[in-house]
């Protein structure tokens, strides 16, 4: 009788909740940005500004592109744990596997780690096609022994892009705007539907200058930039042709005007780029001496030179550096549903970045830091779009955001940290990080304080929905950044990735 009691009068009171939070809900409004509505048949509708910019599509990010899922290999070659010569175990596997040939798409297979706890004295090396390196959780754990700051799995292939000869051409719109999928070019010769090609925007000493990244403030090694240090090379496919215009799978996120040196593109060839390679369910850990140790485990997993790939359910604790770092040639990975736990190192410059992206395309979603001083973070030059999604941050110790050096089109989306997010002039910091993105998104966001800055030319970066205590940040006399409904709930949609998404996928139907 008690029991049926208790229990009408817990139906009671979760209707009464239910009730209040409608009633609570009822009452907010949902509201829209100016820069993108969502229009009556559902889709978004992008506002240009005065030279056509808009916020970009970021919805072709990570494992191809959002065209496939990430696949379920078959496990092929199974080990388990007995203390004794693991690591060499674990990498003989890897390699006997990469000897086997791939099937149609590009598989090998999986490696089964059982439950238990396998030492790493170095590193695990994946340097071929179609490998699965999975765990049964947390209960497969990794453990990096011993000293000396290191990457406990490495996944690379070799080499780098290359220009096929005699394919450049000029880019001759004399303004492509952010956002834009399509521009003219001087010759369609030797070019067809699906051929990769870099999209290149030149840097020049005026755009430099402009920038004002020729004058920073000296400090301790400051360097000036120069601008033939600050091309970038964006990857891209040809998705049509029509006369001399071209269409792109995804957008200019770096407007290309005349005057700083337009742009150009050229066909390339990748061929010691590695794909299909994956990482799933481990627990990676550090043995580490105290508490600001230095000399052991540095990376948990780093990637580089490898594309369409992903890394999946891993945790790593006491890591002086990250949990994931990928490098500059990394391209459409997906990183999702992992964690960076207690980092060890001192807490200064170059240490705990908890995820860190150097490359392009490539999509973060729902990750947890705790501990970190640059949790969700890119580097120099970072070429976008790249999407950090609905991903969590405690116990900061520095900020979320492009760190250095001028990354381009990054999306922040439903990012929450009770530290800072970022997006700023960092001037003299480091040896002269100056600008450190252009084009950058935070969208329903929550964060303890921001500063948002404009950049002088290049772009513009937004703050939309953005829950956070506005703040000038390091350098004063900077243009403020874009702030729209701060502290204002309900923005519509709540995620601009998921949307973006979802009128990709509905276009293809």
């Known amino acids: 009788m008690k029991e049926k009691t208790y229990i009408s009068k817990l139906k009671a009171t979760l209707s009464l909740a239910l009730l209040l939070c409608f009633i ?5 409004e949902k509201w829209e940005s100016q820069y993108i509505k969502i229009q009556k048949n559902g889709k978004l509708q992008y506002i240009p500004d005065e030279q056509g910019n808009i916020i970009p599509d970021f919805s072709r990010v990570g494992y191809h592109q959002n065209t496939k899922p990430i696949p379920k290999v ?9 203390g004794e010569n693991d690591q060499q175990k674990i990498q003989q596997a890897i390699d006997d ?50 000293k000396g700051q ?22 001759t719109d004399p303004y492509v705007p952010v956002g834009a999928k399509s521009f003219e070019i001087a010759s369609i010769a030797g070019l067809k539907v699906g051929d990769q090609i870099i999209v290149f925007r030149p840097g020049t000493d005026n755009w430099i200058k402009d920038l004002k990244m020729d004058q920073i403030e000296p400090g301790t090694g400051t360097i000036q930039w120069k601008g033939s240090e600050y091309n970038f090379e964006f990857e891209r496919i040809i998705t049509a042709i029509k006369g001399n215009t071209i269409f792109i799978d995804n957008p200019i996120v770096l407007a290309m005007e005349t005057k700083y040196g337009g742009g150009e593109i050229y066909k390339f060839s990748f061929d010691g780029r590695i794909t299909e390679v994956g990482i799933e369910n481990l627990l990676l850990e550090s043995e580490f001496a105290n508490e600001i140790d230095e000399d052991h ?4 997993i780093s990637f580089n030179r490898i594309a369409n790939s992903w890394i999946s359910g891993v945790t790593s604790k006491y890591f002086g550096y990250s949990c994931v770092n990928l490098g500059n040639d990394s391209k459409q990975i997906t990183v999702k549903d992992s964690k960076c736990l207690a980092p060890k190192s001192q807490i200064i410059g170059g240490r705990r970045y908890s995820f860190n992206n150097d490359g392009q395309l490539n999509l973060f979603v729902n990750c947890f830091a705790s501990e970190g001083r640059h949790d969700y973070v890119t580097g120099a030059k970072v070429r976008g779009p790249n999407v950090f999604l609905n991903c969590t941050s405690v116990n900061a110790k520095a900020d979320i955001g492009p760190h250095h050096r001028l990354a381009v089109g990054t999306l922040f989306d439903n990012i929450t940290t009770d530290g800072e997010i970022n997006i700023q002039d960092r001037g003299n910091w480091g040896t002269g990080h100056g600008w450190a ?36 940040g390091r350098l004063k006399g900077r243009l403020e950044g874009i702030w729209e409904g701060q502290n204002k709930k309900n923005l519509n949609p709540s995620s601009l990735y998921l949307k973006q998404v979802e009128d990709t996928k509905s276009k293809k139907l």
């Open 24 to 28: 609570t809900t009822y009452g907010q």
């Open 74 to 82: 078959n496990t092929v070659t199974t080990l388990s744990a007995t």
């Open 437 to 472: 993105g252009i084009n950058q998104v935070i969208w329903n966001s929550t964060a303890a304080k921001a500063a948002i800055q404009n950049p002088y030319v290049g772009g513009k970066n937004y703050a939309i929905g953005f829950t956070a205590q506005k703040y000038d």
């Open 97 to 146: 596997l990469a000897k086997k040939p791939a099937d149609q798409n590009g598989i090998r297979g999986a490696i089964l780690l059982k439950k238990g706890e396998y030492k790493i004295p170095s590193s695990l090396k994946i340097s071929t096609s179609g490998i699965v390196l999975r765990g049964e959780g947390d209960e497969t754990k990794l453990i990096a022994t011993g």
């Open 297 to 300: 485990g540095w990376d948990a």
């Open 150 to 171: 290191r990457k406990t799995i490495v996944a690379t292939g070799a080499g780098k892009a290359i220009e096929i000869p005699n394919s450049r051409t000029k880019i």
